[in-house]
């Protein structure tokens, strides 16, 4: 079990020693500045200063971390996960349906993506986590969350169209969040296709080709004609290990809800793509508002599994809430924990609610007068 100094824990928290020792009396604990206290102990304490609940999950890694940086030789490497944005319509669903040789599109109610999918796709270059992100404008918040779990971005724009509104939009996600951008141009089969132009209108967003003197890898595609696909993949494979990304993946899972939904017969779920550590079946964890316990794993093809590893979509089942797309996913060390911090988080969502709402109430009755 880890440790941390009450002096060191204050320093985190941006707290005077004292007022922790002061907690940790309160909890039966006499201590002192140069005393360590266990993990869950300081999970504890944190969880009894308002603004620091939210980032318990957070600093429960935090500690981790301090105390017990992951030792080179802990890391491994794991796969990109690679989310693919741009334009309605441009082809994004269809890209990935094409390199997935499955047809998700067809399925889909009217073509168009309404959820987050991620799927881990075994290429014959190399494992690839892909995350589909729907291309509605109603969906620009949940994109650009999408945006944080991502290591690599590809830029889906129709040849024959050309960079659009959320072309723009995708492009500043991925700025933003500092991601690094392959540019898919797909759609070359078309009569109208003018991958020129496509180059010509990303540079004037500052993404240089490399023909240009550039480092923007760009990729003619057409998802219809299964064309350019492999190179596509190579390419993304190439800029993905310029990236050297490796993970823990032998401590506890951290990650992140890609999609969350209500299924009929087994009650909340979600899509969790791990990014530190591994989940196990019977895993103890905090996310967003709730908690849980992990009863059951999926992976992308519905098979049942025990385990899932660094970079690794797995569908969790045991939620006691909805979770929301975006929502950080924490294993905790027991139950107790994780009751604690879901229900300090659940109050101060009450009383931020119910602060809105008083102050929506003046309003309108300012407003009648
Ligand atoms: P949203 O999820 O709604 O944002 O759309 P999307 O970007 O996922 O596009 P989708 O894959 O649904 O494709 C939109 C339309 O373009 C469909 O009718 C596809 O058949 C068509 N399409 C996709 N790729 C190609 C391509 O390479 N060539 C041609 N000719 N048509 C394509
Ligand atoms: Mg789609």
Known sequence: ?????VSDMAKQMGLKAQEIIKILFSMGMMTTINQSIDQDTA??????????????GFLEEGFTQTLEEDKLEDLAPRPPVVTIMGHVDHGKTSLLDAIRETNVTKGEAGGITQHIGAYHVETSRGIITFLD???HEAFTAM???????????IL?????DGVMEQTKEAVN???????????????????????????RELSEMGLLAEAWGGDTIFANVSAK?????????EMVLLQAEVLDLKANPGKRARGHIVEARLDKGRGPVATVLIQEGSLHEGDVFVCGLYQGKVRAMLDDKGQKIKEAGPSYPVEVQGFDGLAESGDEFVVVADEKIARRIASARQTKEREKTLAKASKVTLDSFLASK
């Open 1 to 5: 079990e880890e440790a941390i100094r």
């Open 225 to 233: 004609q299964r064309i350019g696909l492999d190179e596509l993949l």
């Open 43 to 56: 999970t504890l304490v944190a969880t009894e200063f308002g603004y620091e609940v939210e980032q318990v």
């Open 133 to 135: 992100t729907p291309g």
């Open 156 to 160: 889906v724009v129709a040849a024959d």
């Open 143 to 153: 994109r650009a969350r999408g945006a944080q779990v991502t290591d690599l971005v």
């Open 173 to 199: 996600h991925a700025k933003a969040a500092n991601v690094p951008i392959v540019v898919a141009v797909n759609k070359i089969d078309k009569e109208d296709a003018n991958p020129d132009r496509v180059i």
